[in-house]
Nanobody, 123 residues
Framework: QVQLVESGGGLVQAGDSLKLSCAFS????????MGWFRQAPGKEREFVAA????????YYADSVKGRITVSRDNANNTMYLHMNTLKPEDTAVYYC????????????????WGQGTQVTVSS
């Protein structure tokens, strides 16, 4: 069974940077496209970024484009989310997920989810 564990969240100030990690186990990591989603209090879960199985293609939500980079290390079964110039509106629980469907932006197309890591950005 696929297991995903996020780490790296925390409390930072606006303008700071943060790197989240997602450790994958239970199957062949390179067989899965992966994604990051986030959910702020009182809001729906939203797409943040996605990466294909090899890392050659990445996708971003407009709200984070230019500030956030997704990457993966297939040798170490880990995906990363590098976040720069953080804003208070980036405050949310961040989830990593493994995709089985074709839509990188749709949470319904992801079969496996981590437990989430909290990111809080103070102004």
């Amino acid at each position: 069974q696929v297991q995903l564990v996020e780490s790296g969240g925390g409390l930072v100030q606006a303008g700071d940077s943060l790197k989240l990690s997602c450790a994958f186990s239970g199957s062949t990591f390179s067989s899965y496209a992966m994604g990051w989603f986030r959910q702020a209090p009182g809001k729906e879960r939203e797409f943040v970024a996605a990466i294909n199985w090899s890392g050659s293609r990445t996708y971003y939500a407009d709200s984070v484009k230019g500030r956030i980079t997704v990457s993966r290390d297939n040798a170490n079964n880990t995906m990363y989310l590098h976040m720069n110039t953080l804003k208070p509106e980036d405050t949310a629980v961040y989830y990593c997920a493994a995709r089985s469907g074709s839509r990188y932006y749709a949470s319904d197309d992801y079969s496996y989810w981590g437990q989430g890591t909290q990111v809080t950005v103070s102004s």
